[in-house]
């Protein structure tokens, strides 16, 4: 495990019905390819933050890239940047994603990120050898937000139209977010720490919107972008402060939406 220490930074269907109506709406010029719904029950999101620089990372990403597909939960991996330096500057490494972990640890008033790390709502330190059971049990309930998610073509790229909205008034401040991945991603490792390796990720984030701001009314985004790689994917999810996850949606985009 690869420690760095952490430095300071600044009703269902009817509300289903209501977002529907305003994913539609954003995206009447063209039919479009998938739309995809939330159930009435939170799907918890699983965050692993790695890198391929990190020698303590690939046994964590065989790991994820097992139940990436597992239906219980979505997966996303934030590939962090500040291992760049130690010999292997990882392609899918990005500041943000080494800010997003250190302020979802600030968040649960700790001090410490490391790699590979795996979060499930505020349980920053979920013990990913174990399987989850416990933690994947504990983010399941009745959902305090509802997703609607639509896809279609536009030119040579896509069209995302995300809408969300509260469940019964759902109190507490949240924020949603969009993540565009990339699925079944190699990598020969020729320095540092992995030097010789070959790595396999699933889940990879390659581009991530948000926050948008939660408030008592409905929410509507749109998106444009592009395919990253031959296998990819969109996931929306609702997060309030602390990281609990309200709701997240997910849509495989190559299996699903093939372009019209």
Known sequence: MRLARLLPTPLFSATLVSIGLLVA??????????????????????????SEGCSSCPPADRWFSTHANDAGANWLA????????????????????????????????????????????PQVHASWHNGLRTELRKARGPAKASL???????????????????ID?????????????????????????NQGVHLHHDRVVRHLWGPWPLGATALSQQ???????????????VQDARGRVWQSLNVPAAQNCPPG
């Open 169 to 193: 008034t759902a109190p507490g401040e949240a924020s949603v977010w969009l993540a565009q991945y990339s699925d079944d991603q190699d990598t020969d490792v020729h320095a540092g720490e």
């Open 223 to 237: 998106v444009s972008l592009r395919a990253p790689s031959p296998q990819w994917g969109l996931t929306a999810f």
């Open 78 to 121: 934030f590939h962090v940047d500040y291992w760049d330096s130690i010999g292997w500057p990882d392609r899918f490494g990005s500041p943000l994603f080494s800010q997003r972990q250190r302020s979802r640890v600030a968040a649960v008033g700790e001090s410490t990120v490391y790699t590979p790390q795996v979060m499930v709502g």
């Open 25 to 50: 709406q954003s995206s009447a010029l063209a039919a479009p390819a998938c739309v995809v719904h939330s159930a009435a029950t939170t799907v918890p999101l699983v965050e692993l933050y790695t």
């Open 148 to 166: 609607a998610l639509q896809l279609r073509p536009d030119g040579d790229g896509w069209q995302a139209s995300l809408g969300a909205a509260r």
